[in-house]
């Protein structure tokens, strides 16, 4: 075998390891050029979320990717999240985003949490795209320090009452179902709150800065009642459902970063060789050169953790200190790649006609979301220290 060849099939074990990544990473990659790339411009100006998009999304099996195929899912794992959220991306990471609370946030924190007659009457609506997911756990007061949550729930015969509120939930505005948590005599319970229980509302759409294709709103309980039926799992088992999910949910908002430096790479590249300065192209000025060099390697450094950390993630499988590697590191190097193309782009860069200004805004919001850095960096602190002693 030439190192050609060899350098392939590693490539394909790490980024694609069976037929079926492969074809999935095709399929999307077709859906991202064909019909998210022309919708992308319009959604971020207008601060929409493209509903139908999301629908097609169910359409070509994409929302129950993580669910097994007997419950009507598609039976994947976490690489192939990753290989889904990184594709999407490269054209609309705000969109890859509320991809990521439907299919994630909801549907397979949903899926592991739920029980028989819960999956039956919820998951098929959710899959489909029928019905719009959200979760909903971040609070005024309490967002990375989640055990600091204030909403509160009150068992009263076959409802519980929820008083309390959260903000910045994406697809909030929306959604039909809403996982939320809340703390039931003090313990962190995990619940299913669908639109239309008397007592729950939700705030106007918040306006920011980036992933203004997505929408994140306040949720509002107000009494709100909801049926014991309505419960994931027992009073207090709301920590688990949580921290499960967290660990595919980092490795996913890592991916939407990739596929933000990806596409600013290449925006980078095609504008520095076409691009005439002083009589000869961009890319042969060293200045330029640095710029390039440092971002395919950083996306490549970035791809290589993300991919691997993914194959070690499952529903059995706990990887806290991967995952918080790989989102670590790629959320502040999208944001280096997206600034150094808007650099090489010079004027151009800083206009909507070329996009990465929108890809530049865009990467901001993963060193926050999902996990801050700093949380990051004190949960893998403290799992590389906790055989110490420390």
Known sequence: MDSSSAEHSIDQLLFDPTPEHAMLRETVRRFTEIEVEPQAEKHD???????????????????????????????MDAVAAVITHHELSKSDPGFGIAYAA????????????????????????????????????????????????????????????????????????????????????????????????????????????????????????????????????????????????????????????LGIAERCLREMVAYAVQRKAFGKSLAEFGQIQRYIGEAYADYEAARSLIYREAAK???????????????LFAAPMAKRVADAAVQVLGGYGYTTEYKVERFLRDAKLNEIGGGTLESHQKNITRDLTRTTGV
């Open 45 to 75: 100006a207008s601060g929409t979320l493209n509903a139908a998009l999301l629908r097609r999304c169910g359409e070509l099996g994409l929302l129950g990717l993580t669910v097994p195929q007997e419950d009507g899912g598609a039976g």
């Open 102 to 257: 439907q299919s994630l946030l909801f549907v397979n924190n949903f899926y592991h949490a739920s029980d028989r007659d819960q999956r039956v009457r919820i998951l098929p609506k959710m899959i489909s795209g029928e019905w719009i997911g959200a979760m909903g756990m971040t609070e005024p007061e309490a967002g990375t320090d989640v055990l600091g949550m204030t909403t509160r729930a009150e068992r009263r015969g076959d409802v519980y009452v929820l008083n309390g509120r959260k903000i910045f939930i994406t697809n909030g505005y929306e959604a039909s179902c809403i996982l939320t948590y809340a703390k039931v005599d003090g313990r962190i319970t995990a619940f299913v709150v669908e639109r239309g229980f008397p007592g729950f509302s939700t705030g106007e759409p918040i306006k920011k800065m980036g992933m203004r294709s997505s929408t994140i709103c306040e949720l509002v309980f107000d009494d709100c009642q909801v049926p014991v039926t309505n419960r994931l799992g027992e009073d207090g088992g709301g920590i688990t459902c949580m921290m499960r999910n967290l660990e595919i949910e980092r490795l996913c908002v890592a991916a939407v970063s």
């Open 313 to 327: 993630v499952g529903p059995g499988k706990r990887n806290r200190l991967g995952t918080d590697a790989a989102k």
